[in-house]
């Protein structure tokens, strides 16, 4: 079986209802997936990567601030994909978010946290995995994240944010889920932090015997603090390609990889050397 038209069968579910409080006071106005990366909103990043990798159905799970999403994709046809939205009313945690969302949900999907940008090659990684898998990565600070224990590429158990780290590999908060799961979000207990994580939620499911597979990702942002954005706009404008929309006027310097959109308009005078954006 080949995904040649992965979009019909898999579906997307983006989490995108949280108050970024980490983000104070840039989640003042506006949901943490809306804050801008090379001028896109994160969450528009994230949309792009998931059409690029052939998912054209997805479930955006909203709640603070909602209306600046809606306002902004609307039913998602300006960027080729349908956007459901369903709203998570209190934000109780990630379990809490897609158990809202699982009444739109057909067999297969995955699911993905709005505040991280993955690449499409590693989105098509996961939706390919038969069964259950998660999305892990290698990254220099495990102690922030949840850390995996993986046993023969299976995921046994997810320690979060623990003082000794058994590995570098953390869960990168993108699964790939069977509508089987609900039976398991039914199950999950509230955590300490007054939440219904989904972590928590496949933890029963491996106690209970389900396999989890580890995928390797390589290409993921993921943003927690402001300064997260300062990196991750230095990554994105690194993969600028040049391109000139606007207007350029005779006397300006362009240089470098510079992406200049419509209704731009650059003045004689004006010198910018890329990446810029």
Do not use: C
Not at 71 to 94: A, P, R
Not at 102 to 119: A, P, R
Request: aromatic share 8%.
């Amino acid at each position: 079986y080949r995904y040649r038209t992965l979009g019909t069968f898999v579906q997307a579910i983006i989490l995108s209802a949280g108050k970024g409080t980490r983000l104070r006071p840039l989640t003042y106005t506006k949901p943490k997936v809306m804050l801008p990366i090379a001028n896109k909103p994160i969450l528009e990043h994230l949309i792009i990567e998931l059409r690029k990798a052939g998912i054209k159905n997805i479930i955006l799970v909203v709640g603070y601030r909602n209306e600046v999403i809606r306002n902004y994709f609307k039913d998602g046809s300006d960027w080729d994909v349908n956007i459901t939205y369903v709203s998570q009313k209190v934000q109780l945690g990630t379990a809490d978010a897609l158990k809202s969302a699982m009444h739109l949900i057909d067999n297969e999907f995955i699911m993905l946290n709005g505040d991280n940008i993955v690449g499409y090659e590693d989105i098509k990684k996961i939706a390919k995995t038969d069964g259950f898998a998660i999305g892990v990565k290698e990254v220099g600070n495990p102690q922030d994240f949840g850390v995996v224990n993986i046993e023969d590429g299976l995921v046994k158990e997810i320690v979060e944010k623990p003082e000794k780290p058994m590995s570098n590999l953390i869960n990168a908060g993108i699964y790939k889920f069977k509508s089987g799961i609900i039976e398991y979000l039914e199950k999950t207990p509230l955590s300490k932090r007054g939440e219904y994580e989904i972590t928590d939620t496949i933890q029963l499911a491996i106690n209970d015997g389900l396999e989890f597979k580890a995928v390797q990702i390589e290409e993921w942002i993921d943003i927690g603090y402001p300064w997260d954005l300062l990196k991750a706009n230095e990554i994105l404008v690194k993969k600028v390609k040049p391109e000139i929309r606007g207007e350029v006027e005779d006397g300006a310097v362009i240089k470098g990889n510079v992406f200049i959109d419509e209704d731009t308009v650059v003045r004689a005078g004006s010198y910018i050397i890329g990446p810029v954006v």
